[in-house]
T-cell receptor, first 113, second 112 residues
């Protein structure tokens, strides 16, 4: 079954700690994305990657970091520099960045205690 | 910078009626527009894509229009059902064609 997975579904962390959110896809897609969604808000782009070993900042990249060492994996690290990290994080992938629909994972809800 | 607005945060209609959701944009001309459905606590699911040179696109009970003069897209669900209740997101390509810009969404509630 092809798809995109995120883990964990719920994540709690203490203030000041870094945390890494996992995103894996077996759709053979070149492009991958990370979004953040806050209550009543649309999706805001954190980072995207068009190809392995390359990624670009989105609108709200400050306090986040990513890597793209493998085509199928695009982990997101929420660092202690992110001032308000509590949110719903969504990973997505697509065949390319232009003109193709995006497939989303189930999301990770991060809560900072 | 590009701006995208979905006409209302919530829309309540009765089963069997047609739901019409609006997406307006300013400050640029997107090459295409997409609509997604999102259920609570889940990731969005792609529904339809319409290109700038297409006026209308249909898929089963769904219809999307794209008016580049008005800078507006309309999303219609005909013969609506309670199962259609969800948040619907409009998304446009950014000017570089590298990412999507999402609206805040309209939450549709269909009552039986």
């Amino acid at each position: 079954d092809g798809g995109i997975t995120q883990s964990p579904k719920y994540l709690f962390r203490k203030e000041g700690q870094n945390v890494t959110l996992s995103c894996e896809q077996n759709l053979n897609h070149d492009a991958m994305y990370w979004y953040r969604q806050d209550p009543g808000q649309g999706l805001r782009l954190i980072y995207y990657s068009q190809i392995v070993n390359d990624f670009q900042k989105g609108d709200i990249a400050e306090g986040y970091s990513v890597s793209r060492e493998k085509k199928e994996s695009f982990p997101l690290t929420v660092t202690s520099a992110q001032k308000n990290p509590t949110a719903f994080y969504l990973c997505a992938s697509s065949r390319a960045t232009e003109l193709y629909e995006q497939f989303f994972g189930p999301g990770t809800r991060l809560t900072v205690l | 910078s590009q701006k995208i607005e979905q006409n209302s945060e919530a829309l309540n209609i009765q089963e069997g009626k047609t739901a019409t959701l609006t997406c307006n944009y300013t400050n640029y001309s997107p090459a295409y527009l997409q609509w997604y459905r999102q259920d609570p606590g889940r990731g969005p699911v792609f529904l339809l894509l319409i290109r700038e040179n297409e006026k209308e696109k249909r898929k089963e009970r769904l219809k999307v229009t794209f008016d580049t003069t008005l800078k507006q897209s309309l999303f219609h669900i005909t013969a609506s059902q309670p199962a259609d209740s969800a948040t619907y997101l409009c998304a446009l390509d950014d000017q570089a064609g590298t990412a999507l810009i999402f609206g805040k969404g309209t939450t549709l509630s269909v009552s039986s």
